[in-house]
Nanobody, 124 residues
Framework: QVRLVESGGGSVQAGGSLRLSCAASGRTYTRYVAAWFRQAPGKEREFVAAISSGGNNMNYDDSVKGRFTISRDNAKNMVYLEMTSLKPEDTAVYYC?????????????????WGQGTQVTVSS
């Protein structure tokens, strides 16, 4: 069992930055791939970014490529999402997810463990 707790959400103006953190506990996190998803009101949950268990392979949705950076610190059991040049369309609840394995996937249904989510609001 892996427990995930997100933090770092908030309200910013367009063009601003935020750093989300995801703290993991319960198992050896180095054996899990990690990802961030988001869900806006009235929309389905969508993939944002993922990182391999070793932290050397990342993938991003085209909508955030060049603006967001996913990283992890396995020594601290942490995953981060650095968000810059934020846009109003980035407004959503952001979720941290994890799945046992070495290779990331963009499919939410493949992830077994989820955090409770953290709200990000970007105003124009």
């Amino acid at each position: 069992q892996v427990r995930l707790v997100e933090s770092g959400g908030g309200s910013v103006q367009a063009g601003g930055s935020l750093r989300l953190s995801c703290a993991a506990s319960g198992r050896t996190y180095t054996r899990y791939v990690a990802a961030w998803f988001r869900q806006a009101p009235g929309k389905e949950r969508e993939f944002v970014a993922a990182i391999s268990s070793g932290g050397n392979n990342m993938n991003y949705d085209d909508s955030v490529k060049g603006r967001f950076t996913i990283s992890r610190d396995n020594a601290k059991n942490m995953v981060y999402l650095e968000m810059t040049s934020l846009k109003p369309e980035d407004t959503a609840v952001y979720y941290c997810a994890a799945q046992y394995g070495t290779i990331w996937t963009v499919h939410a249904e493949r992830y077994s463990y989820w955090g409770q989510g953290t709200q990000v609001t970007v105003s124009s």
